[in-house]
Every structure is written in C-alpha cells, then in structure tokens.
C-alpha cells in the first residue's frame, strides 16, 4: 500500500509549517546521516512567478527539514541543455537558486560526471547514465514542481527523474523512443535507476496549458509527498482534475493501492493539453509518421525570437535550421518540443 500525504499551503512564504508537517512520516529516512541529494526540476533558468521550475523557497524548506535531521545536503539537476557548468550557472542564476547556498550550508552541484547504472529488468532501456551526484548519495530526495506537458500531459515526480540523465542525452532519447509507449516506459526505467527515496511535490503554483515551459502560472496550494513516485503523479493528477486515463504513464505502470493521508482538494481543474506524439492505440512503428499526421510542428514567434540557436542544438532529429530565425521540417521534426522546453525566451511554442 502507497501513501501519498497530502497538505494545503496557500503561498511560499508560510511554506516551512507545512513541509515541516509534510516530512515528519519521513523522517526516518534521514536516521542514517550521509549525504543527500536534494534534486528539484531545473528545466531551464527561469524566474520563480513563472513557475517552470521548483520554487526556491520550497527548496530551502526542505533543506532546513533535512539538516536539521543532520544530512549534509546537495541540490543538483541537469537542464535540458549542454551539460556545461557555465550553462548550469546561467540556470541557477535565473531561476534564483542562487539562494540557496546564501541561506543554508547546502551546495549547488557543479560535478557534470555520471556512471551506467545497470537495469537488467529495465523495460527499455538495459542501463541508465545517470549523475553520480545521484549514484553517490545516501538519500535522494525528489522535488517536482506540478506541471502539465504538450507531450506527456503531466510532468510530476517520475519525470523529474529524468532530469538525473545528463544534458543532451535527454532529448536524444526523445528521438530514439519516438513512440509514448516506449517513451513512458523509458521513463521509468529511468526512475528505477534513480530511485528516489521520497517525492516532495511542489503544487503551491503549479503549471497548467501548455507546458512544462510555457504553460501558465496556476496557483493550486498543495504539497504532496510519497515514497511511490508513480501514486504520487496519480494523486497529484486526481488533485488538479486531470483525467488520469489521459496520461500515458499510467498505461505502462502497475499502480499500488494508495492510501491518501490528507485531504485532495475537490474544486480544482487545470486546463491540460491532450499530449502524445502518436495515438496509444497505434503500433509504435508509426510514431513518427502519426506525430507528423497528428500534431503540428511548434509555432514560431519570430518576434520574440533572438536567434541564439539555442532550439537547433537541443533537436534530436536535426530537424531545425537557422537561417535568422529557426525553420523547423515538417517531415523531420517528432513534435517531441524540446525546442520550446528550452527557448529562453518561449518563442517556440507546442501547438
Ligand atoms: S526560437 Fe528560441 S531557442 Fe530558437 S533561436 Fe529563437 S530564441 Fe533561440
Ligand atoms: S523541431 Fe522541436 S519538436 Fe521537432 S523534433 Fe526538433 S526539437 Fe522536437
């Protein structure tokens, strides 16, 4: 039996009560000591209000949580981009975790590094590179924010663990698992191989529309936490009034019981996109020519655009040429939107 806790908490300034309250069925967990990796989503750099990533006031109340319980703390997350440190920086600096390390003694990790973590049983994938500051540490500890997704529907906890495979090999992994059955599948294998001991869910502001980049702001105010990444992604989709049929993750997951400790808000409904680059229906050997059929290609605000070709280097399919702006092919491209995930400054958008 999954336990998924669940609190109300209405804006980041009062969020220490409630994570302390959120924790504390957790505690345990810290018993041993060591080191423990705090991993939020740092997609990209962005601003807090815009809600792309983990807020950094949820990020340090969690922290506090745990060096009080006497853990030596990491933050780290790799952004869908080049896994350089000056970009890291960059991501830190923008999305203000910068902070962090001014308000507590936990560090932002800089060690680019990762190892191969065998998945013999993987779905997949056989192996999984993933971050050593990941493989290293005593406690992973989960933080997702709550978003909606052009292509998966929802981004929650097992998604975010997939910011624990190294910068461009995230997206090239969208063109080798075109389809959303393999995609999802691939997904948790890589969950299995991150393994979070606990998921925080940062749902105070989540994300709804268009995202995971450049959806819109919606304030929820709640905080979910469980052990069962994949419950907490169900609960977190019952909460906000997402149609858990819709979401292609739970098609490839056996779901536990779940014991809801808490009370799910009931008058919540996010506008959600319908996602998927190829019906579910559909064998996965059509996924590229059905995501052709089915979706369109992102749309370009020329007008935003500033040419950093930032979207041509992040395509897995080299489906993107710049020539000022960038021209996406339609014959090429897979609709899997890595391009507008990472635009800073959301000029591509899913259509
Ligand atoms: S669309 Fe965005 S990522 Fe691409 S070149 Fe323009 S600003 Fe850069
Ligand atoms: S153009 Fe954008 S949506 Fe199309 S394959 Fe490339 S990154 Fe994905």
């Not at 830190?92 to 507590?104: A, G, L, M, Q, V």
């Not at 040419?307 to 280097?313: A, N």
Request: charged share 25%; proline share 8%.
């Amino acid at each position: 039996m999954a336990e998924v806790h669940v609190r109300r908490c209405g804006d980041y300034q009062n969020v220490q009560g409630s994570v302390k309250s959120i924790f504390l069925p957790f505690k345990k967990l810290t018993f041993s000591g060591g080191t423990a990796l705090v991993k939020p989503n740092l997609l990209k750099g962005a601003p807090p209000e815009k809600a792309v990533t983990t807020h950094p006031e949820f990020i340090i109340a969690v922290i506090r949580e745990l060096e009080d319980a006497g853990m030596k703390v990491i933050v780290g997350d790799s952004p869908g981009g080049p896994s350089s440190k000056k970009f890291l920086k960059r991501c830190y600096e923008k999305s203000i975790w910068t902070r962090i390390p001014e308000e507590t003694d936990a560090v932002l990790n800089y060690d680019l590094s990762y190892s191969h973590v065998p998945l013999p049983e993987g779905r997949v994938l056989k192996s999984v590179p993933v971050m050593n500051v990941c493989n290293d540490a005593d406690l992973v500890v989960n933080l997702p924010k709550l978003k909606t997704h052009s292509l998966t529907v929802f981004t929650g906890a097992v998604k975010n663990t997939y910011g624990m495979v190294p910068g461009l090999m995230k997206s090239a992994f969208h063109g080798q698992y075109k389809g959303m059955k393999t995609f999802n599948r691939m997904l948790l294998d890589v969950h299995d191989a991150v393994s979070p001991d606990i998921s925080i869910m940062d749902g105070i502001v989540g994300m709804e529309g268009k995202g995971p980049a450049g959806g819109d702001p919606v304030k929820l105010s709640i905080i979910l936490a469980s052990t069962d990444a994949p419950a907490l992604d169900y609960m977190a989709c019952k909460a906000v009034g997402i149609d858990t049929s819709k979401v292609p993750l739970f098609r490839e997951v056996k779901l536990s019981d779940i014991d809801v400790v808490g009370e799910l808000p009931s008058e919540v409904n996010v506008n959600y996109p319908e996602g998927g680059s190829t019906p579910w229906w559909l064998p996965e050997t059509f996924g590229g020519v059905m995501a052709n059929l089915y979706m369109k290609r992102p749309n370009l605000y020329a007008d935003k655009c500033i040419s950093c070709g930032e979207c041509m280097r992040i395509c897995p399919e080299d489906a993107i040429k710049m020539n000022q702006y960038p021209k996406i092919s339609w014959w090429k491209c897979i609709r899997c939107y890595c391009c507008a995930e990472i635009c800073p400054e959301d000029a591509l958008e899913p259509r």
